[in-house]
């Protein structure tokens, strides 16, 4: 038989008899259901007797047990029970909606007819004319897949009700079924440069009369027409200002609207998408017959990434600041964790200053680690595919890092160990196999939120080299960070002990202007030889509290495997949008 639970009960050993109740009632009700499946409750009211009415042989119940008592040993004479009734518990209305698949089921006869009905033209059958200029006309046949009615319509004002609406998708009745028809071919014309229905004195149609618009309903071919009046925009300009995102900006040929691209950056998040598999199902909405519709799958992928980045800088203020994107100072984009310190912002004016049983609340807590399962094939180069977000969120400006660790990779001799043989450090000298233009990646972490931190995230190409993690290091704590800084990392026993060396060489050196703690997670401690335990554990450092400093690991399942083997301005952008939460909305 297991064993009662027993609770915590607080005692009072010398209190007024006459301040309290004679008896203070409690009801406690047990539901059980019997082999009929009958639902039983049992109800009993138990009645707390008064202090003088326990008797005087009961044991105390604060000193033998120190408070912790099994209820099992002392309830019953103190207190008393009566009042049991065994009555069936009252059953709920059963509702319909209690179980919907059940009610369903009767019906599919008739959803299935009324989607037969769909198919043809349903009570418009007997008709001859058009809906909207009233007209017998036996071409009335066309009807929208994409608007609510249903009811057939003329050539003409088809057109004239889509001129607003060219992306909706249009079926012409062939006396046995619909067939699509394009809006293209029925004549309608987008017109950029002017309002919806407005007509150009010099319109220019699209290179060869072939534009292709994605959006969430399919890959379009329509007819569209740029202004060339004498204040007409640039052709990208034009199409922006009716919410199209050009795929060059040189004689495009190609859009993809907005809200298409706000679709698949919100699909991505939720459900790792990647962006061949959006566009082939945008493909196959347009035609799932084998038909295959114009090839822009290139195309979609960079507007997806120059989507992203404008949305990026707008969030961020970029177009209401005089310098613009390129003014854009690094880190400046990041989102930052709100509980950490931030001065100038969240930490009082006189927090330097602070006694020491208070200057820990003003310590910035970091967490570094690396991760070699994030390895990016060497498939592509900065000159072909160019980052665009230069350092202005989570990850370091990619060309100064290169200048670093080509200018100082030779000049840091090696480092030997006098502790445990790490994974970490022996992975310092190894490259990650042929074809490998990234080992993995470094970051810096809040380790008190688990918050990523701006400019803290940077590739590794010799394993966990210390070049590169200082690097990151130090870039993290140029951003506006807090003078005490308490710093786990798995090898700390090994790094932090030539690191003041090392920053004396490099430049723009901020390790001086800190008062930096070096602590080695607690998960990691037991890899560690004995002096370790005590040089560098969270659990004697003080003002440290729970920290347990395995913030980066707890981050590290839900990147990998989603952002390898891909480009690397690409991957900087995921990182930097995606995977660290700058994409709000």
Known sequence: MAKRKKANVDFYSECDDAALPTKIPHRHTD???NENGKRMHRTREIMWASPAEIPQDQPPLDSPMEGDVDLGDWMDPAFQTFDATDEPAKRRRTLATDAPLLEWLPKREEYLTELLRLEGRGDVASCHGCIVCNEKNPEALFRCEDCFDIRLMCKSCIIYLHQALPLHRVKRWNGLYFAEESLKDLGL???????????CSNPAAAPGDDFVIIHT???HRVGLDFCNCRQSQDHHIQLLRIRLFPATTIAPKTAATFEVLYAFQMTSFMSKISGFEYYQALARITNNLGVVPPDRYPAFLRMVREWRHIKLMKRMGRGHDTDGINGTPEGSCAVLCPMCPHPGKNLPENWQSAPPERAWL??????IDANFRLKRLDVSSDTRDPGLNQGYSFV?????????LK????????EKSTCNN???????????????????VGTIECSRHDGKLPGSVGDLQLGERYLNMDYIFLSCLRQNSPTRVVASYDIACQWSVNITRRCSLYPDNVLGEHQIVYVIPKWHMAAHRLKCHTDFSLYYTPWVGRTDGEAPERGWAASNGRICNILPAVQSGYINIGLFGTDIV
């Open 217 to 219: 309903n399919g890959i």
């Open 189 to 199: 014309r987008i017109q950029l440069g002017h309002y919806a229905g407005q007509q």
């Open 362 to 367: 003003y310590t910035l807590f970091v967490g």
């Open 31 to 33: 539901f059980t259901t």
């Open 422 to 440: 790490h994974d970490a450090i022996k992975s310092a000298s190894m490259r990650g196999g042929q074809g490998i233009a990234s080992s993995g």
């Open 407 to 414: 200018e100082y990779g030779d000049r840091m001799p090696s």
């Open 396 to 404: 370091v400006e990619e060309k100064k890092f290169k200048t670093f």
